[in-house]
């Protein structure tokens, strides 16, 4: 995630196409988790830059799969973090933008949230931490993500690649899937928002 180059858009309303989805007929309940993204898209983010709520609901559904305490990497800061911290699991996070990061882990700070958060800013060519139980790719603008997909992938199990929708990103990752031993699948079904963009899974074979 890339901080706005006009910070005032970090309070812009939500866009009318999310809107849309959230009138009559809304599939997704007024829950603690919406009412959160809601929040957060309109205090802290917005809902061009953050996960959309159709992606936050699968990543909340998966990480209450996961063990209590388990250790999982989020490549891109910001509502992805909060959503894998608030059950418990120890997450760290990484992002290209160091303002951006510090942002996000104050908001966490103020959520009680930040002991269970670990961070890290990191810049094309770093290396990518392995061994956690899930990870959640996101980071970085989205023609900088093929240089680091192949790492990411390599870190854990399961990975959530957001913006599948994108040529470029799902190229990337297909491209990397290959290069790991993955295989993809795609949760467009699961994940669209009314932006159009849905995300998918790296797998291991």
């Keep these: 995630m890339t901080l706005p180059k006009d910070p005032k858009r970090v309070t812009h309303s939500i866009h ?3 809107l849309r989805r959230m009138g009559w007929g ?7 988790l919406r009412a959160a993204w809601e929040w957060y898209c309109t205090t802290v983010s917005n ?11 699968w990543l909340d559904d998966h990480a209450r799969t996961l ?18 911290a608030r059950h418990g699991l120890r997450v760290h996070t990484m992002d290209t933008d160091a303002v951006w990061l510090e942002r996000t882990l104050q ?24 061994g956690f139980a899930f990870a959640s790719a996101d980071m970085g603008e989205r023609r900088i993500r093929s240089i680091y997909y192949a790492d990411a992938f390599r870190a854990a ?17 297909y491209k990397a899937a290959h290069q790991t031993g993955k295989r993809i ?13 849905f995300g998918a899974l790296a797998v291991d074979l």
Excluded: Y
Aim: hydrophobic share 45%; net charge negative; aromatic share 8%.
């Design 157 to 173: 199990p399961v990975v959530f690649v957001d913006d599948f929708n994108d040529r470029a990103v799902s190229c990337a990752a």
């Design 67 to 84: 063990p209590a305490g388990a250790s999982v990497l989020d490549l891109g800061s910001g509502f992805s973090t909060w959503v894998l």
């Design 107 to 130: 908001w966490l700070q103020r959520e009680s949230m930040a002991g269970l958060v670990t961070s890290q800013v990191w810049a094309p060519g770093d290396p990518i931490p392995v």
């Design 185 to 197: 699948q795609e949760l467009g079904a699961e994940t669209r928002d009314g932006f159009g963009r």
């Design 47 to 57: 809902d061009v830059m953050a996960i959309s709520l159709e992606a936050a609901i």
């Design 26 to 32: 809304d599939p997704h309940p007024k829950t603690p």
């Design 16 to 18: 009318k196409s999310s």
